[in-house]
Structure formats: structure tokens, C-alpha cells
């Protein structure tokens, strides 16, 4: 830890930039011959999304309804959402059913809830289950990459943003919109930074009134004990070049050729060994199933901004949990009326909102010791209204794609909420 401190301190171009180094790396591939071949994908391939969109290419075809809808957020952009409004059985009779947001984590979008078969992913046993599934993209994804000022993605000006704003403006609008259409509370759930979005989002009073219930999947709002594995690789990784390659507010797009080549350069540098650096970074996922990897690498790895990351990066270095903060005061004075950017209190999240929230014992992004710093500002939660579950050997992508996912964790959100709406 003195080491990655005192490394920060004299390179100044790492504070900022190596986190997104080592969040790169969490989407390459475990073994070497698969790092070459996700990362030499033929850019043209890269360039533009795949033809069907969601629905067509990854849930009609398991047998499922699905309709694709398009929503715009106060600020312009215009977000793609799919909505599994029931199950493949359909069950005649009861209840209206309970409408559940999934929102995926940063460099990935709705698809990855769906890589595993109809019986193994969160989306499709929800809504064998009764529930009115709804699966959201954050802004900068491939489906959400329109703004209604022809605002383009190869500019600057679309990629000024960071999860400060995916909390303020990209999840309001979903969250009204599902309400809206359904006339109901939302039930939610995050993976990582979708986790995020949630906590600070409500820690601001922002959609108390529209959740019903939300569940946490390996959670993310501190970073602080990313260290050994950040240490590590921002040690191997030439800072210098990075920052050459990511400067100014654009998009940060994991499957650029660049990126790609730059990487494997890193791979193939003496000492550095890529299978390390992905199980350092999430953790050894334990349980994922060859096919559906490779699925993941072929659909994920989507683009944020490198503001997000930077902000994440700020929120590594700072040990806090902050808005974006403006390397000059007078700017952060500008944008919050004080000098160093305003802290998000996880305290003021509603004390008696119920909360589920599952964390694993390898996961190196949403590390033990983090999780347990956001447990700790939970203290004055309802004891009644917070459930903690704790995998041990689940890692980071165990959550959203592991194959005894649903015995170890679904199954445990689904009765969390049936609790809720019954
Ligand atoms: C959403 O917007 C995109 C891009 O403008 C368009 O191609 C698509 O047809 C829209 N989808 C729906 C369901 O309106
Ligand atoms: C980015 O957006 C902020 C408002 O959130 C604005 O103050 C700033 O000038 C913008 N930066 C650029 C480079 O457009
Ligand atoms: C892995 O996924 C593939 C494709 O979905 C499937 O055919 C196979 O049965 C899965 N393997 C296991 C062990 O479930
Ligand atoms: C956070 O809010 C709680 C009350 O909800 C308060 O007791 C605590 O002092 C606040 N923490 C900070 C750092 O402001």
C-alpha cells in the first residue's frame, strides 16, 4: 500500500489514469491465447452493434416476450430498455406483477444478464417467477448512443459525463418510465456500478418514493482496498503511455485497436502475466461456464466515458465517495458551490427502504473490506429491512453469469422479493 501511495504520488498522470488501466483488464479473457483473439476482434466488428437488438438476439429466442423501448433523460440522451413483461409460462390470474429494473455495471450493458441459458440467468427466472422484467443501458453502451440534439458519440461534448450523472439523470428517467408504464414501485437490482448509481442516487433523496426494494449484486461504493491488485498492475503498466492515449474527456472504448494492441503489448511484457491481473482485479470467478464467457467477451467490454473513469480512479485515490472532482477549486466551486466536490452519506439512504445485498469472498472489485465500509454506513439501517449474504468463493462476474448463480443467489433475490409484494 506505501508502495501504490508513495507510486501515485510521484506520477501524477497514474492517479488518474491507472484504475482504468486495471479496469480494462476485468473484461480480457483468463488465458493468453484468448486475450489475442478478443483483442484483435476485427474492428469493424467493434464499429457497429450487432443488427438485432436485445430482444431479438437474446431473449425472443429462448421463447420469451420482449418489447424495446427507447427513453430520454433530462439531459438529452435517449437510453435503449427491454421489458420481459412475463415468463415463458404464463401463470392465469392473482396478482398485477411486480415490475424489477436490472441495471448491469460499468463496460457492460443489459446483455450481460442474459449470457447464460434461459435457466441460469436473473432476467428470465424473474419473470418465470411472476415478475415484469425490465433491463436498462446505460448511456454510451451500443444501444444507448443517440442524443436528441444529434449530439454525436465520436465528440467530446457526448462523453462529458461520469456515474454522478448516470445517478442524476440516466436512472431517474428509467425509473419514471417504468413506473409509469406500469403504475408501480420499482423493484431493483444492481451489479456493481449499477449498485452505485442506486446508493448515491438515493443517499441524495433522488427516487425514494419509486423504490420498493432494491438489491445490491456484488456492491460497489468504495474502492479503497483495490489496492494490491491496482498496485500491481500500475506498477507493470507505462502510466505515460496510457495517459498519451486517454487524454481529454472522450470515449473510453475497451475494444479500440489501440487499447487492444497496447494491451497486448502489456501481456506480452516479461513478468506480466494476464491470467494474474484478471483474477487480481475481479477476483477468481469460480464458476463461469466456457460458452458463456466467451459470449461475454464477444458482447461486453462496451464503452463508458473516461470521465467515469476517471472518477473512479478519484474515488480509489481518495478513499471516499465523492461527486467528480474538478482539479481546479474555482471549477468545483462553480459546479457545487464549494472548493473539493460535495461527499455522497450512504447514511441518508431511507432507513426502512428494504435492501438485499449479496458480496463474495474473491470478488477484488467490490473487495470484503470496501463492502464492509458501506456496511458500516448502512449501520442505522432497519435491522429488519437489510439482508447480507456473503459467498465466499464468488468473484465479480460470478454474480451476473455464474452457473450455480441461481441456487446461490437468484433463487435468495427472488423470495427477497416476493417478501416485499406480498
Ligand atoms: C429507438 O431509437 C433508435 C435510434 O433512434 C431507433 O432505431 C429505434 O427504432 C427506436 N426504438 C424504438 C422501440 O422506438
Ligand atoms: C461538461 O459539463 C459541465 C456541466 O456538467 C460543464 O460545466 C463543462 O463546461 C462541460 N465540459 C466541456 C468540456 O464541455
Ligand atoms: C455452457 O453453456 C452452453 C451454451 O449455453 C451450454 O450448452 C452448456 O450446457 C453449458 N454448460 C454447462 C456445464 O452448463
Ligand atoms: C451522514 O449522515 C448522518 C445522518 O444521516 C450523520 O449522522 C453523519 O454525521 C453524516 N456523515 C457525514 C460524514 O456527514
Same mark, same amino acid.
Not at 473484461?27 to 483468463?30: K, S
Not at 431473449?59 to 429462448?62: A, D, E, G, T
Not at 463496460?107 to 443489459?110: A, P, S, T
Not at 468504495?222 to 482496498?225: F, G, K
Given at each position: 500500500m506505501a508502495v501504490v501511495r508513495g507510486f501515485l504520488g510521484f506520477t501524477a498522470a497514474c492517479r488518474d489514469f491507472c484504475v482504468l488501466v486495471v479496469l480494462v483488464l476485468v473484461?480480457?479473457?483468463?488465458r493468453a491465447n484468448g486475450l489475442g483473439r478478443a483483442l484483435t476482434a476485427p474492428s469493424k466488428d467493434v464499429a457497429k452493434p450487432p443488427v438485432a437488438g436485445i430482444c431479438a438476439a437474446s431473449?425472443?429466442?429462448?421463447g420469451y416476450k420482449c418489447q424495446e423501448f427507447n427513453v430520454t433523460t433530462k439531459d438529452g440522451y435517449i437510453l435503449s430498455l427491454q421489458r420481459i413483461?412475463?415468463?415463458?409460462?404464463v401463470q392465469n390470474g392473482g396478482n398485477k406483477r411486480q415490475p424489477v429494473l436490472l441495471q448491469h455495471g460499468v463496460?457492460?450493458?443489459?446483455m450481460s444478464w442474459l449470457l447464460n441459458s434461459p435457466e441460469h440467468n436473473l432476467p428470465m427466472i424473474l419473470a418465470d417467477n411472476g415478475f415484469d422484467v425490465w433491463i436498462s443501458n446505460t448511456r454510451g453502451t451500443r444501444f444507448s448512443r443517440q442524443h436528441t440534439s444529434q $449530439?454525436?458519440?465520436?465528440?467530446?461534448d457526448f462523453w462529458n459525463w461520469s456515474w454522478d450523472e448516470l445517478a442524476s439523470f440516466d436512472m431517474p428517467a428509467v425509473i419514471d418510465f417504468v413506473c409509469g408504464q406500469t403504475g408501480q414501485k420499482i423493484n431493483y437490482v444492481g451489479h456493481s456500478q449499477g449498485t452505485l448509481i442506486a446508493l448515491v442516487a438515493l443517499s441524495e433523496g433522488k427516487l425514494v418514493n419509486k423504490m420498493k426494494s432494491v438489491a445490491l449484486l456484488s456492491p460497489v461504493a468504495?474502492?479503497?482496498?483495490m489496492n494490491s491488485a491496482l498496485g500491481r498492475v500500475a506498477a507493470k503498466a507505462f502510466v505515460g503511455e496510457i495517459g498519451t492515449m486517454y487524454r481529454g474527456y472522450a470515449e473510453f472504448n475497451p475494444k479500440k485497436v489501440e487499447t487492444g494492441n497496447f494491451l497486448k503489448s502489456l501481456c506480452a511484457y516479461?513478468?506480466?502475466?494476464c491470467y494474474d491481473m484478471l483474477s487480481g482485479f475481479?477476483?477468481?470467478?469460480?464458476? $463461469?461456464n466456457s460458452s458463456s464467457f466467451d459470449l461475454f467477451l464477444a458482447n461486453e467490454a462496451q464503452s463508458t466515458s473516461n470521465k467515469n473513469m476517471v472518477h473512479f480512479s478519484q474515488t480509489f485515490r481518495d478513499g471516499t465517495l465523492a461527486k467528480y472532482a474538478y482539479v481546479r477549486p474555482s471549477y468545483n466551486v462553480m459546479h457545487y458551490g464549494q472548493v473539493t466536490s460535495p461527499i455522497y452519506n450512504?447514511?441518508?439512504?431511507?432507513?426502512?427502504l428494504p435492501l438485499f445485498l449479496s458480496y463474495g469472498g474473491q470478488d477484488a472489485l467490490s473487495d470484503v473490506q470496501d463492502v464492509k465500509l458501506l456496511l458500516g454506513n448502512l449501520k442505522v439501517h432497519d435491522v429488519d429491512k437489510l439482508s447480507v449474504q456473503f459467498i465466499?468463493?464468488?468473484?465479480?462476474?460470478d454474480f451476473i453469469m455464474g452457473l450455480n448463480a441461481k441456487d446461490k443467489v437468484y433463487n435468495q433475490v427472488v423470495a427477497f422479493f416476493k417478501r416485499q409484494n406480498s
Open positions: 473484461v480480457q479473457p483468463h431473449v425472443i429466442v429462448h413483461p412475463e415468463g415463458r409460462v463496460l457492460m450493458d443489459g $449530439l454525436d458519440s465520436s465528440t467530446t468504495y474502492l479503497n482496498n516479461p513478468g506480466v502475466d475481479t477476483g477468481k470467478n469460480c464458476c $463461469l450512504l447514511s441518508n439512504i431511507p432507513h426502512d465466499k468463493e464468488y468473484a465479480h462476474l
